[in-house]
C-alpha cells in the first residue's frame, strides 16, 4: 500500500501527544481525513485551540488541520490508519484496539503511540489475521517540533507495514529508527532511568531541583534538565512508564522513585497541571 492509499486516518486521544500527532498527518496527507478523538470536552476544546495556533505559525491558514470527535461513531467507517496516544493504561489501549478492529479493513495499519507498554500484547487485541498491522509508532513531545520517530515492531509485524511506517515518517519530516518491541523500548528506558535516578537525588536531598537541572545542561550539554523534561512528559506518563520497565524487568534500577509517586498521588503533575518539580505560571 503506498500513500496514496492513506485517506482516512483516526487518532484515539487528542492530549498532549494526540493532537499533535493528528495536526502533523493532517499537514503531510493534505486532503486526507484526519480524525481525533477524545472523550474530555475540555481536551477538545484545547486540541482545536492548539490547530488553529500551529496552523497559524506554520502559515498554514488554508490547511484542514482536522475533526474533533467525542466518540468513535460509526463502526462501519473504514480508516487506513488508526493510531492510539490515550492514557499510558494497557486495559484502555486494548479497548481502543477492539474498537479500530471495527473500523478496519485488509490493509489498515493499527499503531499506539505508547512509550512503554507491550506492543505485541496490544496486538492480541486485534482479529488474528490482522496482527501483522500492528506496529509501534512512538513520536516525541511536542510531535511538531520533535523528529525523532521510533518505530516499534513485534514478532508478527509485517515488512509492508514497517515499509508503510518509514514512508509515513519520511512524509512527516521525522526520522525513524526500528526497535523490536521491549518494555520502554531505547528511548523510554534510557531517558526514564535518567529522569528516575534525578528523582531520588532530589529526595536525597543532594541538590536543588533547579541545580540538578543545571548540572546536567552545562556538564552534559542537555537541551533540558531532567526534572523539566519529566514536568514536560508528565509525571503521570512518567511513573507509569517507570512502573511498567520495574514490572518486566523486575531489575531494582527500575523501581520509581517514591518523590515521583507522592508528586502523581497529589496531581502535581508537572506543567499541564501548573506544578510537578517547578511551578508554571502560564
Ligand atoms: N507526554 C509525552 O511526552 C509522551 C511522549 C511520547 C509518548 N507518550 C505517550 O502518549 C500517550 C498519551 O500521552 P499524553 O502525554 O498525550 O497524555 P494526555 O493525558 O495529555 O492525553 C491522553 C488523552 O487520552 C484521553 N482519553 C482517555 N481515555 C480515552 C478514551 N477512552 N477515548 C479517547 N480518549 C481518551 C484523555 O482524555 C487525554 O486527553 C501515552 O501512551 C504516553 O505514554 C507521551
Known amino acids: ?16 501527544m494526540g493532537a499533535g500527532i493528528g495536526y502533523i498527518f493532517a499537514r503531510a496527507y493534505p486532503g486526507a481525513q484526519v ?34 470527535l467525542g466518540g468513535f461513531g460509526k463502526a462501519q467507517l473504514q480508516y487506513d490508519l488508526m493510531l492510539e496516544a490515550v492514557t499510558e493504561n494497557l486495559e ?38 490482522r496482527q501483522g498491522r500492528v506496529i509501534g509508532l512512538h513520536f516525541f513531545n511536542p510531535p ?20 508503510l511506517a518509514r514512508e509515513m515518517a519520511v512524509k512527516l519530516e521525522k526520522v525513524p529508527v526500528i526497535c523490536k518491541d521491549a518494555p520502554g523500548f531505547i528511548t523510554s528506558r534510557l531517558g526514564i ?9 532530589l529526595q536525597e536531598g543532594l541538590m536543588s531541583a533547579e541545580d540538578i537541572d ?10 533540558m534538565g531532567p526534572l523539566s523534561l519529566a514536568d514536560f512528559i508528565g509525571l503521570d506518563v512518567v511513573f507509569a512508564v517507570t512502573q511498567t520497565l520495574y514490572d ?7 523501581r520509581p522513585c517514591m518523590l515521583l ?17 517547578f511551578v508554571y505560571a502560564d
Open 1 to 16: 500500500m503506498g500513500t496514496n492509499a492513506m485517506q482516512k486516518i483516526l487518532i484515539a486521544g487528542g492530549g498532549a
Open 35 to 68: 480524525d481525533v478523538m477524545d472523550t474530555s470536552e475540555k481536551v477538545r476544546i484545547q486540541a482545536a485551540e492548539s490547530f488553529e495556533k500551529w496552523a497559524k505559525k506554520d502559515r498554514e491558514k488554508d490547511a484542514e488541520a482536522g475533526r474533533i
Open 92 to 129: 484502555l489501549k486494548k479497548k481502543i484496539f477492539n474498537e479500530f478492529d471495527l473500523r478496519s479493513h485488509d490493509a489498515s495499519l493499527f499503531a499506539s503511540n505508547t512509550s512503554s507498554l507491550s506492543i505485541t500484547d496490544l496486538s492480541t487485541a486485534v482479529n488474528p489475521k
Open 144 to 163: 511538531r517540533v520533535m523528529k525523532l520517530l521510533e518505530i516499534i515492531t513485534t514478532e508478527a509485524t509485517d515488512a509492508s507495514a514497517l515499509d
Open 193 to 201: 532511568v535518567l529522569i528516575n535516578e534525578a528523582i531520588f537525588a
Open 214 to 223: 543545571t548540572s546536567m545542561k552545562l556538564g552534559y550539554n542537555f537541551p
Open 248 to 254: 518486566n524487568y523486575q531489575d531494582s534500577k527500575y
Open 261 to 277: 509517586r507522592k508528586k502523581v498521588e497529589a496531581d502535581h503533575l508537572g506543567r499541564k497541571t501548573g506544578r510537578g518539580f
